[in-house]
């Protein structure tokens, strides 16, 4: 079995962001890495333009399911999860696998033990249902042709990863993307300024992946400084 | 002034029809009546929202307009092109507003509203789910409109709150302009820094859209 990933979105109140923050690293990462098989891989934050403030989002990674069985008896009810919940207004709750193209599985990404101090990286985090029917041809079409296109092509904006809800684990069928803003003028160009109507003709890439979906939720988001995984 | 704010989540396949079926076909026909204009089109970048998203705004005078444009919707002489645009959407969500009298939007009148052709601008609305009295929110926001730098990354230009008051959701919303890509360069090079000019109304819940003005959009 591939590596699982727990992936929480948590509503904060506002001006808790910081305690909420430092509560994650100094002591619910601490938890979450004393189990055998789990790792806390990411921690990101809204951005100022992030379509929703006051939010947090953290990824733990379990390398299969016998990990991921002994974190939650183990957290389910523990002290520590209880110290999370009093930090929180709401959470939502994904379980996600890698698709076959996935680049974080790709790239072999080794998540550290512990926080790493280092540059902040922002990203679009998004969320997309397939027209109904159509996850696996939007699967086909992300391998075949996006994964093919350019940095260049994508304005800039790199994936890193390629997840879908498994079975217990929240919509279904859905894609995460979480994708890297490598290049800011690139990205100033896609958001500012209207796509030349040539590239959504017939025919054209952006046509045909409107047969697989047209509908996400994005999130501006960035990883926080001491991110295990930028 | 009142303001009718439509959020359409639109069929991806059909973003450019419904596009040119609101420039060539809807929108100029909306001021056909004299106590109603229309306002804006916007659509949401990827980065600034749902997908497919877009925001329209409609200036109605008073209450009085405002019932001779649902009329005109349901059964008049933009029935059956309203009707067209519905078949190009998934959803659509519509709201009444009382636009806020010293919004620089509400500077020129209704007939300040034009379908002109012009450059693309980039705006964010930011929708604040307030805990308190939704007049003090809008009084907080014409304070730091009065009080903002011309160097700010944004600047206010529009701020309107439901036409029921607290009977409704109490959410005020404010509009403003992206100075520049200069600016808007700075903001995403510097993600860990707060946007100058974005209004702050502490305790609120914010939900923000990023929108692109359309060339033809009235508001620019």
């Known amino acids: 079995m591939s590596t699982l990933y727990l992936h929480q979105i948590h509503d904060l109140r506002q001006g808790t962001e910081a305690a909420f923050e430092a509560h994650v690293r100094d002591e619910w990462l601490p938890v979450v890495n004393a189990h055998e098989g789990s790792r806390f891989a990411w921690y990101g934050t809204a951005t100022s333009a992030a379509r929703l403030a006051d939010e947090a989002i953290t990824i733990v990674a379990f390398d299969d399911m016998s990990a991921f069985e002994g974190f939650a008896v183990a957290e389910r009810e523990s002290t520590a999860t209880r110290a999370l919940r009093a930090q929180r207004s709401g959470v939502q709750t994904r379980l996600l696998r890698p698709i076959d193209y996935d680049p974080w599985t790709a790239a072999d990404t080794a998540i550290p033990d512990g926080p790493r101090e280092g540059a902040t990286v922002a990203y679009m985090h998004d969320f997309v249902p397939p027209v109904t029917g159509q996850m696996r041809g939007y699967i086909d079409m992300m391998r075949e042709r996006y994964m093919a296109l350019s940095s260049q092509a994508l304005s800039g904006v790199v994936l890193r990863t390629s997840w879908q809800t498994v079975s217990g684990g929240g919509r279904m069928p859905e894609m995460f993307n979480l994708s890297e803003i490598r290049d800011v003028d690139a990205l100033v160009a896609l958001i500012a300024h209207e796509i030349p109507r040539d590239y959504k003709q017939m025919g054209t890439w952006m046509w045909e992946a409107l047969a697989t979906r047209d509908q996400w939720t994005t999130r501006l988001a960035r990883s926080a400084t001491w991110s295990p995984v930028k | ?220």
């Open chain 2, 1 to 220: 002034m009142l303001l009718i704010q439509d959020v359409h989540i639109v069929i991806g396949r059909e973003e450019l029809p419904f596009d040119d079926a609101y420039h060539n076909e809807f929108a100029p026909r909306v001021s056909d009546d004299r106590g109603t204009r229309f306002a804006a089109f916007f659509w949401a970048p990827h980065g600034g929202g749902e997908g497919y998203e877009a925001v329209t705004l409609t200036a109605v005078a008073d209450v009085d307009a405002l019932a001779r444009h649902q009329e005109r919707l349901a059964t008049g002489d933009l029935a059956d092109r309203w009707l067209e645009l519905e078949a190009k959407q998934r959803n659509l969500q519509s709201s009444l507003h009382v636009l806020a009298d010293w919004s620089p939007l509400a500077a020129g009148g209704l007939d300040a509203f034009t379908v002109d052709d012009h450059p693309t601008a980039l705006f964010r609305l930011d929708a604040f789910t307030v805990e308190g009295a939704v007049s003090n929110a809008v009084a907080a926001v014409e304070s730091q409109h009065r009080s903002a730098s011309p160097h700010d990354t944004v600047s206010i230009i529009g701020c309107w709150s439901p036409y029921l008051g607290e009977l409704a959701e109490p959410v005020v919303s404010v509009l403003s302009r992206v100075a520049s890509d200069d600016a808007l360069r700075a903001a995403f090079a510097a993600p860990t820094q707060p946007w100058t000019g974005v209004p702050e109304l502490p305790g609120a819940r914010r939900l923000t859209r990023l929108l692109r003005s359309v060339t033809w959009s009235p508001v620019t």
